[in-house]
């Protein structure tokens, strides 16, 4: 049973940086499409990245493109989020989620994800 856990959350200035972690366990990402999710107050759950189970980066949202950066280290089984430039629009909580490459060819919306940490928060304020 896979097992994700997120962590690097926190509070940032406006323009700050930050780098979320999403540590697998129980199976390796290998297997796995992994996306980034975040769900501000109030709205839904919007898939922001995925990289496929060959460590590729699949899709940016729009809303991110040029300053978060999706990556993975399969040697710790850990996927990354780099966040640059962050705005007040980010702030959320983010959420790692996976779904098995056999099940799909790539990420899936909310509800096609089959695994999901338990999210970490990302304040941005001045």
């Known amino acids: 049973q896979l097992q994700l856990v997120e962590s690097g959350g926190g509070l940032v200035q406006p323009g700050g940086s930050l780098r979320l972690s999403c540590t697998a366990s129980g199976s390796s990402l290998d297997y796995y499409h992994i996306g980034w999710f975040r769900q501000a107050p109030g709205k839904e759950h919007e898939l922001i990245s995925c990289?496929?189970?060959?460590?590729?980066?699949?899709h940016y949202a729009d809303s991110v493109k040029g300053r978060f950066t999706a990556s993975r280290d399969i040697t710790t089984n850990t996927v990354y989020l780099q966040m640059n430039g962050l705005k007040h629009g980010d702030a959320a909580v983010y959420y790692c989620?996976?779904?098995?490459?056999?099940?799909?060819?790539?990420?899936?919306?909310?509800?096609?994800?089959?695994?999901w940490g338990k999210g970490t928060l990302v304040t941005v304020s001045s």
């Open positions: 990289i496929g189970s060959s460590g590729s980066v699949t």
């Open positions: 989620a996976a779904v098995h490459s056999t099940a799909t060819s790539r990420c899936r919306q909310y509800d096609g994800m089959a695994y």
